[in-house]
Structures are given as C-alpha cells and as structure tokens.
C-alpha cells in the first residue's frame, strides 16, 4: 500500500491527478532541497504564513524543517527533487 501522494522513479516525483487533497498535507523535510517541475504546471506551492504560489515552470528552494505544502492544479505534476546534503 502506498503511503505517499506520489510515486517515485529515482529523483523524479509524479503526483497524479487523483492524488486527494487529504493526501497533500502541511509537512516539512529532514534537508534542504530543490524541487524543478519538468513541464510548465498550475499546481501552488505553499510554504507556512505565506500565501500559495502557482509553480509554473519555476525551480524552488526549501529548506530544511520549513513547513510546506502542494496544492493541486490540473492533470499531473512531475517534479524533480534535489536533496542537499547538510553535513
């Protein structure tokens, strides 16, 4: 059973369409990261205290422990993830 909103192929993350609102909830990660869409998307990004954002075609910065969220637009979203290391 899947326990994410997206499946994972390497460093490429797919959230599908069917992905439920329920699913894409307020979280925040262990390392800083990238994340780059692959195609132009009306999906948001929202971080915490700051209003949604669509993602378009736009590579974005999230740091470490930052609470965050998507939001879904239509049709799918590939993105891909790039964790940096904070040793």
Known sequence: MQDRPYIED???RTFTQ??????LVWHRDKE???????????WSFQF???TP????????????????????GTGE???RVQKCDND
């Open 48 to 50: 915490d205290n700051d």
């Open 10 to 12: 390497g460093d490429i």
């Open 77 to 79: 979203l590939r993105l």
């Open 18 to 23: 069917h992905a439920g609102d329920f699913e």
């Open 32 to 42: 800083d990261r990238y994340i780059e869409p692959l195609e132009e998307t009306d």
């Open 53 to 72: 954002k669509v993602i378009g075609k736009h590579k974005l910065f999230i740091p470490k422990l930052t609470y965050h969220r998507l939001i879904k």
